[in-house]
């Protein structure tokens, strides 16, 4: 079982904002990342190192994290946002890398 | 730009090794402080981390597919390679290799190759 929990499903209207969190104790001492994957495609990076978006991501794509919890968040949510996106950190040890359960993101 | 291609059988007859490589281009896999790794995505289900590998040849596995888990470097060819064990219908996934960074407390996986979908089937 993974050791970073996800919601499994959110919905967010056309242009609106959603927060996807992602929760596990190593978060308190490790940053999360976060990865957007579209059907049939290959993930790619949204944000690294707590916020930092790679070119090309937009920036209506932000990561914040508080205690054991992490969050991504999309303001103002495009069609193309709709896909499965998944956190990234250490296990609890520090030692090891899990991915997080990941969150299914409809946009409506 | 750096881009990764997966290549190996898509088809693996339980209790054999799957054997798959990753081809890195567009830069040189053993650029000081470079590391790569495997991930792996059953069909319908999340991303599980296998294993990653400096270009030194240090290697970092999973705990749970540690002792069947080998991944190795071949710097001359820009390759590195997966090396899994006794494969059970488990085993079927869709298997990843990226450009693994760690730096500040932050880790990240950018980029990924396209994915090659291995089954394990007689």
């Known amino acids: 079982s993974s050791e970073l929990t996800q919601d499994p499903a959110v919905s967010v209207a056309l242009g609106q904002t959603v927060r996807i969190t992602c929760q596990g104790d190593?978060?308190?001492?490790?940053?999360a990342t976060w990865y957007q994957q579209r059907p049939g495609q290959a993930p790619i990076l949204v944000i690294y190192?707590?916020?930092n978006r790679p070119s090309g991501i937009p920036d209506r794509f932000s990561g914040s994290s508080s205690g054991n919890t992490a969050s991504l968040t999309i303001t103002g949510a495009q069609a193309e946002d709709e896909a499965d996106y998944y956190c990234?950190?250490?296990?609890?040890?520090?030692?090891?890398?899990?991915f997080g359960t990941g969150t299914k993101v409809t946009v409506l | 730009q750096l881009q990764l291609q997966e290549s190996g059988p898509g088809l693996v007859k339980p209790s054999e090794t799957l054997s798959l490589t990753c081809t890195v281009s567009?830069?040189?896999?053993?650029?000081?402080?470079?590391?790569w790794g495997w991930i792996r995505q059953p069909p319908g289900k999340g991303l599980e981390w296998i294993g990653t590998?400096?270009?030194?040849?240090?290697?970092y596995y999973n705990p749970s597919l540690k002792s069947r888990v080998t991944i190795s470097v071949d710097t001359p060819k820009n390759q590195f390679s997966l090396k899994l064990s006794s494969v059970t219908a488990a085993d079927t996934a869709v298997y990843y290799c990226?450009?693994?960074?760690?730096?500040?407390?932050?880790?990240?996986?950018?980029?990924w190759g396209q994915g090659t979908l291995v089954t394990v089937s007689s």
């Open positions: 190192a707590k916020n």
């Open positions: 990226a450009k693994y960074t760690t730096s500040g407390g932050g880790d990240w996986f950018d980029p």
């Open positions: 990234n950190s250490r296990d609890s040890s520090g030692n090891y890398l899990v």
């Open positions: 567009g830069g040189s896999i053993s650029s000081s402080g470079s590391y």
């Open positions: 590998i400096y270009y030194t040849g240090t290697t």
């Open positions: 190593s978060l308190r001492s490790y940053y």
